[in-house]
């Protein structure tokens, strides 16, 4: 009787490598959206092996959309296979990082004469950042797409800016800042006069003349000796 040869062929099963984790930011309900597609070449050890993902580590439940895979944070599992042999499952941490807080804010300062004031925005970031020490990005808009170039020297006629906090990775939503620009109260002139005391010299009460430098607004009245408003008279 004549024997068939019978050929058997042993296949080497793929290697496949750990990877992860891998972070992305809260999108609400403590979630996000992973691209796990992103550690394909890692798991594979760039073979160009298929790379299949799996919610459970015996592989029963494929994740079918492994590029845009909406998660908590949690454990998937990745296989590498080659031919007809698939390998072990390896566990990828996925991690969803809190977005930051940010804390609406006010600011006001004084026109400059023109009807503008120049602020600078840096001096709130620890308002709006709650003094955690990170970073705060500045915006014109409430979408936040075009940034102040300069928030140390934002010169405006009063607007509403933007700002949002930055921590590991992740920006917060856009928080309002309202900037107010006060014009500057109007002084009026005017004028007094004093009896001679005996010695050239009169003594006056400036405080009378209040209402009338002031307009009856109330507003408080500074007194300088000098035309340059710096020596005060206490």
Aim: hydrophobic share 30%; with cysteine.
């Amino acid at each position: 009787v004549d024997g068939t040869p019978l050929v058997i062929t042993i296949e080497e099963t793929p290697q496949v490598n750990g990877a992860g984790p891998l972070a992305a930011c809260d999108e609400g309900g403590n979630q996000a959206t992973f691209d796990l597609t992103s550690l394909d070449n890692t798991v594979n050890g760039g073979t160009g092996n298929q790379v299949d993902w799996y919610t459970d580590d015996q592989g029963n439940n494929p994740i079918l959309t492994p590029g845009n895979y909406l998660s908590s944070s949690t454990t998937v599992y990745a296989t590498v296979t080659q031919g007809s042999c698939t390998s072990e499952p390896v566990a990828v941490t996925l991690t969803v990082n809190m977005a930051p807080t940010a804390t609406p804010t006010n600011d006001q300062a004084c026109a400059d004469g023109s009807g503008n004031a120049t602020f600078d925005l840096t001096t709130l970031n620890n308002i709006i950042n709650g003094n955690s020490g990170n970073p705060v990005n500045w915006y014109i808009d409430i979408a936040g797409n075009v940034s102040i170039p300069n928030p140390s020297n934002f010169t405006t006629s009063g607007t509403t800016v933007y700002a949002t906090v930055s921590s590991g990775g992740c920006e917060s939503t856009t928080v309002p800042v309202i900037l107010t620009v006060n014009l500057a109260p109007t002084a009026n002139p005017t004028s007094d006069n004093a009896c001679d005391n005996g010695s050239g010299f009169a003594i006056f009460d400036l405080t009378t003349l209040t209402n009338t430098v002031n307009g009856n607004s109330g507003n408080p009245v500074n007194w300088y000796s000098d035309p340059n408003c710096s020596l005060v008279i206490p």
